[in-house]
């Protein structure tokens, strides 16, 4: 069975850090490209970030670039997006998702998603 569990989300005030972590499972992490995306009450699914599992490639979206950080640990098939210098505007509910390229991620050509789980970011 696929799976991709998020968790790390919460409340923080604006200025603070989370990190969200996201546990893969049931297909092979390594071949894939895991994205981080969010989405907003009213606003339309954002990409974030990701990062190709086998060559280390990343992709930032301007609204992050310099503030969140992702990165990968293939031995335990575990995603980690770390979020500096939080916004009220950061808050959303993230999903992560795997692709087989951060290029059909960016797409939204995805081939499993997450729940998600709630970022809110007090101004």
């Known amino acids: 069975e696929v799976q991709l569990v998020e968790s790390g989300g919460g409340l923080v005030q604006a200025g603070g850090s989370l990190r969200l972590s996201c546990a893969a499972s049931?297909?092979?992490?390594?071949?894939?490209?895991i994205g981080w995306f969010r989405q907003a009450p009213g606003k339309e699914r954002e990409v974030i970030s990701c990062?190709?599992?086998?060559?280390?490639?990343?992709y930032y979206a301007d609204s992050v670039k310099g503030r969140f950080t992702i990165s990968s640990d293939n031995a335990k098939n575990t995603v980690y997006l770390q979020m500096n210098s939080l916004k009220p505007e950061d808050t959303a509910v993230y999903s992560c998702?795997?692709?087989?390229?951060?290029?059909?991620?960016?797409?939204?050509?995805?081939?499993?998603w997450g729940q998600g789980t709630q970022v809110t970011v007090s101004g």
């Open positions: 049931g297909f092979p992490f390594d071949e894939h490209a």
């Open positions: 990062i190709s599992n086998s060559d280390g490639i990343t």
């Open positions: 998702a795997a692709g087989i390229t951060i290029a059909s991620l960016i797409l939204l050509d995805v081939d499993y």
